[in-house]
């Protein structure tokens, strides 16, 4: 029997462990829980657009209907609500595609990690885009990949991504966020989706779409905002936590049959499945067109003025010294400091001053640049980004004083 104050003694934790890294964004949010700091780091969904009140009616109402809603469901998902979701993206012939396609899980993020159980050994390869979500890059470097940053969304980072395609025989995945991605705001073209289709089908691996912001498009989409519409060798995955609220940790994965087949038995391994109560609320409120489509222009509005109000004090406190591009859908501006600028120095000062964002460094795989920043409008009052912005320069031109001294 071990005595009172003697040391526990535990085997060696797992090798993998050393390529765990916390998250920058986590480490952000537990430096700016207090109510006086301005939040423009968490990309979380803003509270005004949660359905609280719908939640509460479709809740009350399916048990009344079906008691068995608290009972476990089908390690796959709900059938029906695969069923919706299926038919929701369309395959190359115009049709939908059969439910056996879908798989429902706690989020995307834990379908990547299904998809990098199935699909990755130690070594193997993983492309993203430069720079690229940091969720994904802590997923597969956790699973011992390589990872490689290309500027997928030029014509000139498609082609550089093909020579790589051609002489490493380990690439197993192509990641990309297509539509306005977090973090930049960008969204592929539908000619480089085609053309990112089309190499990962020629070289034999597997595209990852993740697409959590597709329907938050804030302007008037100057091209159909579909997809492409998947090869057997693309994956997509998608989240209802950006369109109705994030405690549901609802997501999908739309894959060929064969892949959603080895996926399910790594789910079944994890957790058994989804809530079976959840599944049913979100499918009882998605497949009310009229509700689906009132939440979707309440949400696109409060972020719309949220993202102007920051594009519009960006703009004035700054001017040409900050570079970033006006987002049309998402939660985040993107943007970058001259060169002496180090954002992650930066960010003690900012958070002094009264506001947070998350450094840029952390986006990329490998040499970041440490001018970036990511600065979301998702959770601050369009009524507060002018100050918001105003504690940034403040810092900023601090920091400015500090370096001539």
Known sequence: MTSVGTPTRLPA?????????????????????????????????????????????????????????????????????????????????????????????????????????????????????????????????LFQARVVDIPIGSDQGLSRLEAVLAAEPRIKIIYVVPAFANPTGASLTAPRRDRLADLAERYACVLVEDDPYRELHYDPPARPLSATPPSENTVRMGSFSKVLFPAARLGYVIAPPSLVDVLMKFKQAADLGNSHLIQGVVHELVRDSAFLAAQLDRARG????????????????????????????????????????????????????????????????????????????????????????????????????????
Request: one cysteine or more.
């Open 13 to 141: 934790l797992a090798e993998r462990t050393g390529h765990l890294a916390d998250s920058a964004i986590g480490a952000v949010l537990r430096l700016t829980g207090t109510s006086d700091v301005i939040p423009l780091a968490a990309g979380s969904p803003a509270p005004e657009t949660f359905c609280s009140q719908e939640f509460t009616e479709v809740t009350t109402r399916l048990l009344k209907r079906d008691p068995a809603a608290l009972q476990y469901g089908d390690a796959s998902g709900l059938p029906a609500l695969r069923s919706w979701i299926a038919a929701q993206v369309p395959t190359a012939s115009g049709r939908s595609y059969e439910a056996d396609r879908v798989l429902l899980t706690h989020g995307s993020q834990q379908g990547l990690d299904l998809l990098c159980k199935a699909l990755l050994d130690p070594g193997d390869v993983v492309v993203v885009d430069r720079p690229s979500y940091l969720g994904a890059l802590q997923v597969f470097r």
């Open 302 to 405: 409060i972020y719309r003025e949220r993202r102007d109000a920051l594009v519009s004090a960006l703009t004035g406190a700054f001017g040409s010294i900050l570079d970033f591009e006006v987002p049309h859908g998402g939660f985040f501006v993107w943007a970058g400091f001259p060169r002496g600028t180090d954002t992650t120095r930066l960010l003690p000062a900012a958070l002094e001053e009264g506001v947070s964002y998350v450094p840029g460094s952390d986006f990329y795989a490998t040499d970041p640049d440490r001018t970036t920043l990511r600065l979301s409008f998702s959770c601050a009052r369009a009524e507060d980004m002018p100050e918001a912005v105003e504690r940034l320069a403040r810092a900023w031109h601090n920091s400015i004083e500090d370096r001539r001294e």
